[in-house]
T-cell receptor
Framework: NAGVTQTPKFQVLKTGQSMTLQCAQD?????MSWYRQDPGMGLRLIHY???????DQGEVPNGYNVSRSTTEDFPLRLLSAAPSQTSVYFC??????????????FGDGTRLSIL | SQQGEEDPQALSIQEGENATMNCSYK?????LQWYRQNSGRGLVHLIL???NEREKHSGRLRVTLDTSKKSSSLLITASRAADTASYFC????WGQGGSEKLVFGKGTKLTVNP
């Protein structure tokens, strides 16, 4: 099993450009999420999904869009990149919450720089 | 934000010593999880403790949970240089759309000196 695969691993954008960060998992997990990690800020939740067709906002959703058309994929779209979106982005997945969350499987991250 | 908060932010110890990290949270939870992150890598799940459990062990890891104080601690015994990493607690919370979400604290950076 590949687990959670994030692409690309590194990306440099110019302010105003748009792009999509890809996240795919092969474990048939219902729950998928995107976090950003900045120095001293820990992980902050951007968007998450409890299943195909269902998404919800996290703590810092502004400037990002998501969709969940399949169980396997959960892409994160930056609509108009800003320097404040320079960060490391992590995708995670797990089986459905039920009563409390199951352990999360994380990708290796996408390091994004906005110039 | 219903985020867990770890304490201390940074911890430096000698190999062989025990390391204790604490996590406090704000609202009732179903379970609490601890994760580890090596530099430049994704997070790896360490241990999950349910709200009706008070203590859990996994190898050299010991986690306690006090729901009355809304706090948890992670103890790493007989630390090794390879334990050098950042450690995060994560708790469940409710999103605006009515679904559960998992939120992380800011982490404790542990350095184990050889």
């Amino acid at each position: 099993n590949a687990g959670v695969t994030q692409t690309p691993k590194f990306q440099v954008l110019k302010t105003g450009q748009s792009m999509t960060l890809q996240c795919a998992q092969d474990m048939n997990h219902e729950y998928m999420s995107w976090y950003r990690q900045d120095p001293g800020m820990g992980l902050r939740l951007i968007h998450y999904s409890v299943g195909a067709g269902i998404t919800d906002q996290g703590e810092v959703p502004n400037g990002y869009n998501v969709s969940r058309s399949t169980t396997e994929d959960f892409p994160l779209r930056l609509l108009s990149a800003a320097p404040s979106q320079t960060s490391v982005y992590f995708c995670a997945s797990s089986y459905s919450a039920g009563t409390g969350f199951q352990p999360q499987h994380f990708g290796d991250g996408t390091r994004l720089s906005i110039l | 934000s219903q985020q867990g908060e770890e304490d201390p932010q940074a911890l430096s110890i000698q190999e062989g010593e025990n390391a204790t990290m604490n996590c406090s949270y704000k609202t009732s939870i179903n379970n609490l999880q601890w994760y580890r992150q090596n530099s430049g890598r994704g997070l790896v799940h360490l241990i999950l403790i349910r709200s009706n459990e008070r203590e859990k062990h996994s190898g050299r890891l010991r986690v306690t949970l006090d729901t009355s104080k809304k706090s948890s601690s992670l103890l790493i015994t007989a630390s090794r240089a390879a334990d050098t990493a950042s450690y995060f607690c994560a708790t469940d919370a409710w999103g605006q759309g009515g679904s559960e979400k998992l939120v992380f604290g800011k982490g404790t950076k542990l350095t184990v000196n050889p």
